[in-house]
């Protein structure tokens, strides 16, 4: 009995034995996944840090030129910032208001815009639904460089019509008019599928104690909806900041340039305004850097919704 007792605990021992090898191996694994993971964040930050280094360094050399230069500098100086403003020929801040007033109404006008259209193709039933929300899908999956030509066109028209001088050619209007246009089609898909997340009993409750359509969407819908709309800003804002070939095309008088077109013509054809240029790309970068420490918490709200509910 003694025996057969001591035979019947040898499986259980065996058992507790292999389960701590497992546990040993989990944890041997997950320690080299992380090493591995560290490894390669490591990597692709200093990849994404690199050129960013570059600039500052640039910025930094009095010497205003990429020739012998290193990416820490033998001297350190801020004449490039202060060359920012004794030129007339390169209004800097004044090509950085021109981006960002840009840049800001086409994010708030896509917001609004993309979010009534979005709240009606997620809302309602009516006879062509399904085929406005394929004809959008269908446009977007043509490059807006395809267009260019034809959005020329349009603006010389519509800048010759009375009274709609301002959003014709060389002029923010008509640039502003391109880009809204450009961002509806994807947003608005965006825009619906997180609309169909949110409950229609909200919509149902707040129609039977008397709002109205408008009132429930902009009252309960568009509040609910603050995560996304933030996301959508941010990426609108950024798209239309960093755009050169649009507003080259678009824009011809010097003091209507937004900034990515001045950074151009500070080094079209010249060499020895590197140092200027690396001072100005600094500068501008502050706004998208505003931009997201202010919708920080929002962006972050937005994606985790979206990976969540999608």
């Known amino acids: 009995m003694i025996q057969a007792g001591a035979d019947a605990r040898k499986p259980i021992v065996a058992t507790k034995e292999s389960a701590q090898v497992k546990s040993g ?13 560290t490894l390669i964040a490591i990597i692709a930050s ?104 034809a959005l020329f066109l349009l603006l010389q028209q519509i800048g010759n019509i009375p009274g709609l001088s301002w959003l014709g050619l060389n002029t923010h209007g008509g640039l502003i008019l391109i880009y809204t246009g450009g961002a509806l089609g994807f947003n608005t898909w965006l825009m619906k599928g997180y609309f169909d997340t949110i409950p229609k009993d909200l919509d149902e409750a707040a129609t039977i104690d008397g709002a109205s359509r408008f009132e429930v969407f902009w009252q309960i819908i568009f509040p609910l909806a603050r995560p996304i709309l933030a996301v959508m800003a ?39 305004d590197w140092g200027v240029f690396a ?12 931009v997201f420490l202010v919708l920080q918490k929002q962006l972050i709200g937005g994606l985790s919704s979206g990976a969540v509910k999608g």
């Open 279 to 290: 001072a100005a790309a600094l500068v501008g970068a502050l706004p998208i850097v505003l």
């Open 234 to 272: 941010i990426l609108t804002f950024i798209g239309v900041y960093g755009d050169f070939l649009i507003a080259k095309v678009m824009l011809k008088e010097r003091d209507s340039f937004t900034l990515m077109i001045g950074l151009g013509q500070m080094i079209q054809g010249r060499t020895e």
């Open 46 to 149: 200093a990849f994404a840090l690199y050129p960013i280094l570059w600039i500052f360094s640039t910025a930094l050399n009095p010497a205003n030129s990429l020739i012998n230069a290193t990416i820490i500098p033998s001297r350190v100086g801020f004449d490039n910032f202060v060359h920012l403003t004794d030129n007339p020929q390169r209004p800097v801040f004044l090509w950085i208001f021109n981006s960002v007033k840009v840049a800001g109404i086409s994010a708030a006008i896509v917001v609004v815009v993309t979010a009534l259209a979005a709240y009606s193709f997620s809302r309602f039933r009516y006879k062509g639904r399904r085929a406005g929300l394929l004809t959008i899908l269908l446009i977007q999956l043509f490059p807006n460089m395809l267009s260019i030509v």
């Open 25 to 37: 191996d989990v944890k041997k694994n997950n320690s080299v996944n992380v090493a591995i993971l």
